[in-house]
Structures are given as structure tokens and as C-alpha cells.
T-cell receptor
Framework: EADIYQTPRYLVIGTGKKITLECSQT?????MYWYQQDPGMELHLIHY???????EKGDLSSESTVSRIRTEHFPLTLESARPSHTSQYLC???????????????FGSGTQLSVL | DQQVKQNSPSLSVQEGRISILNCDYT??????FLWYKKYPAEGPTFLIS?????DKNEDGRFTVFLNKSAKHLSLHIVPSQPGDSAVYFC?????????FGTGTSLTVIP
């Protein structure tokens, strides 16, 4: 079944650690996104990608990096985790077709990150 | 400044009644809107969408209404069920971007 997968679901780590959040999709979508979401807040765009070897920065990109070596894989790396990074991280993909409208996001289950 | 606003953080309704969730947007150029449902510690799931060429779209118990002149849309859930209890996000999708509201937490009381 076509889906989008995120691992781990939950992660508790200490300050200063380097972490990579994994995201894979079997939907054949070109465009992929990372969002951060806290309770009662809107989703904030961290990074996105139009396809292989494409990465773009969103509003909250300064403390993380992404790579897109394969269409189906879009990992997010925090070089040095801080308590302010505690949040839910959501990966999404869409069947983007150039400058068309009516784009729909499909989300993974999320990674809940706690930095102590 | 937020371009999509959901001014009601929470809403409680009785099972079987109608739930109405509201959303306002600021940019009259926005032409496609979506509603997502989110359970705690889960990712959002797509519910229903509407294009600006329509003023209503229906899918089972869910109907979205769009009032372009007021820059307002609403999601109606009839009848409401306890399983509908979740956070509902409104989103606008102008070309290549998404703008999300802050969500409305719906509680359906059995």
C-alpha cells in the first residue's frame, strides 16, 4: 500500500546530540516537505524538495539540514539538538505537477522529539 | 502575519449534532483550500478540499462552504460522532505553498 513512513515515532535525547529523522514514501511523489508543529500552533515549514537533488529552505530551516538523494527518501538532520527543538516533526509528500494548483499533502505519522 | 486564521481554539458539541468549524483568510488570491484532521501524536489526514470556482463541496458527513467575498470558509460535520474528536486544520494552497491555521480542537460528547 502506498504510504509515507516516519521513524522514530518518539525520540528523547540530550542537548548537543546530532539526530536524523527519517522519512520515506512509496507514493511516487516528487515533492516532499518537513513541518514542525506544536500544540495550538500552525504547521511551520522547515524544508522542502521538488525532487532528487533539490532542497529548499522554509521558515525554520536555520538549525537543520535535509538531503534528497533518492525520490522516496527525505531525511532531516539536527546537528546539535537543543530543548527549543522539542516538538512534533511531520514529513509530507505531494503529487506536485509544476505550477499547478490543487496540491494535496499526505503526511506521515510524525516524530515526537523531546530534547532534555 | 498569519494568512489563515482559525479563531476558535476549541469547540464542544453533542453527538448527533452539527459541528461547524470556521476559518478566515486574508489574501483574496488564494484559490484552493483544504481541511485536515489530526489526532494527538499522529500526522494530519486529508478530509476535504474546495476550489474557489465552487462555493460548496460535500463528502459524506463533511461539507465545506466557501464565501469568497468574506474570505471565509467553514467545515460542517453532520451528524457529529465521538470519533470526530480531533484537531481540525484549515489550509490554503496558493501556488507551491501551504498556509495553515492554528487548528480547532473539536470534542464530540457522547
Amino acid at each position: 500500500e502506498a504510504d509515507i513512513y516516519q521513524t522514530p515515532r518518539y525520540l528523547v535525547i540530550g542537548t548537543g546530540k546530532k539526530i536524523t529523522l527519517e522519512c520515506s514514501q512509496t507514493m511516487g511523489h516528487d515533492k516532499m516537505y518537513w513541518y514542525q508543529q506544536d500544540p495550538g500552533m500552525e504547521l511551520h515549514l522547515i524544508h522542502y524538495s521538488y525532487g532528487v537533488n533539490s532542497t529548499e529552505k522554509g521558515d525554520l530551516s536555520s538549525e537543520s539540514t535535509v538531503s534528497r538523494i533518492r525520490t522516496e527518501h527525505f531525511p532531516l538532520t539536527l546537528e546539535s539538538a537543543r530543548p527549543s527543538h522539542t516538538s512534533q516533526y511531520l514529513c509530507a509528500s505531494s503529487e506536485w505537477k509544476g505550477f499547478s494548483t490543487n496540491e494535496k499533502l499526505f503526511f506521515g505519522s510524525g516524530t515526537q522529539l523531546s530534547v532534555l | 502575519d498569519q494568512q489563515v486564521k482559525q479563531n476558535s481554539p476549541s469547540l464542544s458539541v453533542q453527538e448527533g449534532r452539527i459541528s461547524i468549524l470556521n476559518c478566515d483568510y486574508t489574501n483574496s488570491m488564494f484559490d484552493y483550500f483544504l481541511w485536515y484532521k489530526k489526532y494527538p501524536a499522529e500526522g494530519p489526514t486529508f478530509l476535504i478540499s474546495i476550489s474557489s470556482i465552487k462555493d460548496k463541496n460535500e463528502d459524506g458527513r463533511f461539507t465545506v462552504f466557501l464565501n469568497k467575498s468574506a474570505k471565509h470558509l467553514s467545515l460542517h460535520i453532520v451528524p457529529s460522532q465521538p470519533g470526530d474528536s480531533a484537531v481540525y486544520f484549515c489550509a490554503a494552497n496558493p501556488r507551491n505553498q501551504f498556509y495553515f491555521g492554528t487548528g480547532t480542537s473539536l470534542t464530540v460528547i457522547p
